[in-house]
């Protein structure tokens, strides 16, 4: 049973049409139609890469695209890299992805406005704290105690006139 390679590789050619041909059709690249027809899957990252490509190629050969792509599912099982899906998420979720995540949820509008309340309430909170520090230092703290002493002048204001 020739491989999906080969049955491309020769409906291409009975039908005489050059590789760029193909690839003006399918708007698939010549590299990757080259990759399909040596059977070197290995090009492209994922297996749905390749059943695109596949299926838009044997449309265009008109070959029986079900078959093709039967075919092309038996082959990618016995790959390594192709003979399991990759996974659809990652394995461990960071931290940072977690709250990345949850600051997208976030409304940005209502976050803006709660954000300016909490600035304003830190800012009178740092103020009061300063003002408070300022009054319960005692500028005559640091002198020593006096005692008054009248002047022995015995000099008086005068009273004012009327």
Avoid: C
């Avoid at 960071?94 to 709660?114: E, F, G, H, I, Q």
């Amino acid at each position: 049973m020739p491989t999906v390679a080969e049955q491309l590789r020769a409906a291409r050619e009975a039908r005489k049409l050059t590789v760029n041909h193909v690839a003006d059709k399918t708007k698939i690249r010549t590299d990757h139609i080259r990759a399909l027809e040596e059977g070197n899957f290995s090009v492209f990252s994922a297996p749905i890469y390749i059943r695109g490509s596949v299926k838009n190629y044997a449309a265009l050969l008109k070959l029986d695209v079900p078959k093709i792509l039967a075919d092309l599912d038996a082959e990618l099982k016995g790959t390594e890299k192709f003979s399991e899906p990759p996974p659809l998420v990652e394995e461990a979720n960071k931290p940072l992805d977690r709250v990345l995540y949850l600051l997208s949820k976030l409304n940005m509008k209502a976050a803006l406005v709660a954000g300016g309340v909490l600035g304003i309430i830190i800012l009178i909170w740092i103020v009061s704290a300063v003002v408070k520090h300022s009054n319960s230092k005692d500028p005559l703290a640091g002198l020593p105690p006096a005692v008054y002493q009248p002047a022995n002048s015995g000099d008086t204001l005068p009273l004012p006139k009327k």
